[in-house]
């Protein structure tokens, strides 16, 4: 039974926006620290955005600071990834993950703290 699952990614062009979903089973999702991670074709696997229990702590990747906000709905257990003025380099398959060792996300953009996986959800920027 799938415990993390995405949606929401597509297709636009440059300066588009997309709201991506990460619905999640409430045992992992209410004391977890959530992220979503991204990886292009032959590239590594990289952290975009991650968010405490409570949502009061959200960390970013650099490049997508200003542009991405993370957000978490602890009542119906779903994670958002609010995605504005893409760019070609956003391109990627999308993955939400969730670290259930801890909810405070010290090193949210860490993949290796972050036990639970989904199936991914691609995103894809035209120029």
């Known amino acids: 039974q799938a415990r993390l699952v995405e949606s929401g990614g597509g297709s636009v062009q440059t300066g588009g926006s997309l709201r991506l979903s990460c619905a999640a089973s409430?045992?992992?999702?209410?004391?977890?620290?959530m992220g979503w991670f991204r990886q292009a074709p032959g590239q590594e696997r990289e952290g975009v955005a991650g968010?405490?229990?409570?949502?009061?702590?959200?960390t970013y990747l650099r490049s997508v600071e200003g542009r991405f906000t993370i957000s978490r709905d602890n009542l119906n257990n779903t994670l958002y990834l609010q995605m504005n003025n893409l760019k070609p380099e956003d391109t990627a398959m999308y993955y939400c993950?969730?670290?259930?060792?801890?909810?405070?996300?010290?090193?949210?953009?860490?993949?290796?703290?972050?036990?639970?996986w989904g199936q991914g959800t691609q995103v894809t920027v035209s120029s």
């Open positions: 409430e045992d992992i999702f209410k004391n977890s620290c």
């Open positions: 993950a969730a670290d259930t060792s801890s909810g405070a996300c010290y090193r949210a953009l860490a993949s290796d703290l972050y036990s639970v």
């Open positions: 968010i405490s229990t409570r949502g009061v702590v959200s």
